[in-house]
């Protein structure tokens, strides 16, 4: 009896582990992007196997484009996705070396065990890929809004609202591959997120020069301990023409595209 009753314990107990594993069922699956690479495919593991996918995400991309519908357990997941540089890969699409200018990329991602958002809705199992290539993973029921770092909007704004002074940028799609790329770096050194940060930093770049951080006012700003979102767009718009001028004048052209 004893023993049974032990036995029946024991059952009970994994049968409350196996029911506390969190399960995200008929989720659709959404991949940000915040690399500078275009990326062909992006593959999402359980431990068990089971698995999210997408394709075709271009830098600063990812918002709105839902693939479905799946089904992920657990806390721990693989990702595997492909990508390339794609502005090479434009040069090489006819010279044969396309195939190989393709790499690949293996990770993984924790992600604890998550409430649902409240909502009738369909739920969103989301990927965040970030400059750096570390991953984050959410769930939301909003399809549009999520965008964490907005490389898309910042570089509609740029072509809309500057684009006389971009140089011989000759489409709005060569200059989001080099913000992506600029991005990179501003997000490495300087952790830039907030949108209108990132339109200050970019106009900078493509505008006054690309290596304006070097100057010791700007570099000051961007690594001020406690810097808030928002507070480097506030005091770059207060600085004075003279210094934007000698900034240009000192620094390096603006708008590099070798990145």
């Excluded at 409350?16 to 940000?32: D, K, L």
């Excluded at 698995?51 to 830098?59: E, H, K, L």
């Excluded at 918002?63 to 502005?87: H, I, N, Q, Y």
């Excluded at 971009?166 to 989001?176: C, F, I, K, Q, T």
Aim: negative net charge; aromatic residues 10%; contains cysteine.
């Amino acid at each position: 009896m004893r023993n049974g009753l032990i036995a029946a314990l024991m059952w009970l107990g994994m049968l409350a582990g196996c029911n506390s594993e969190p399960a995200y069922r008929g989720v659709g699956f959404i991949a940000y992007n915040y690399t500078p690479w275009n990326i062909q495919s992006i593959n999402v593991k359980d431990e068990q196997g089971a698995a999210a996918s997408t394709m075709q995400v271009s830098p600063g991309g990812g918002e709105g484009s839902v693939t479905c519908c799946f089904t992920l357990k657990g806390t721990e997941f693989a990702v595997e996705w492909r990508g390339v540089d794609g502005e090479l890969l434009r040069k090489h699409l006819h010279d044969g070396k396309a195939d190989s200018l393709f790499f690949d990329r293996h990770g993984a991602v924790s992600f604890p065990a998550t409430q649902i958002p409240p909502g009738d809705g369909p739920l969103y199992l989301e990927l965040h890929i970030y400059p750096d290539e570390h991953m984050e993973m959410a769930l939301s029921r909003k399809l549009l809004g999520q965008t964490r770092i907005p490389i898309v909007d910042t570089v509609d704004w740029l072509w809309r609202d500057h684009r006389a002074s971009l140089g011989d940028y000759r489409s709005n799609a060569e200059l989001l591959r080099v913000t992506a790329k600029v991005l990179k770096s501003a997000w490495t050194k300087y952790r830039i997120e907030d949108g209108q940060d990132l339109r200050q930093y970019m106009l900078l770049y493509f505008t006054v020069a690309s290596d304006f951080d070097s100057d010791a006012q700007v570099k000051a700003m961007l690594e001020r301990s406690g810097r808030a979102p928002g507070d480097f767009a506030r005091e770059v718009a207060g600085l004075p023409q003279a210094k934007l001028d000698q900034i240009r004048k000192t620094g390096a052209p603006p708008g590099d595209k070798n990145v």
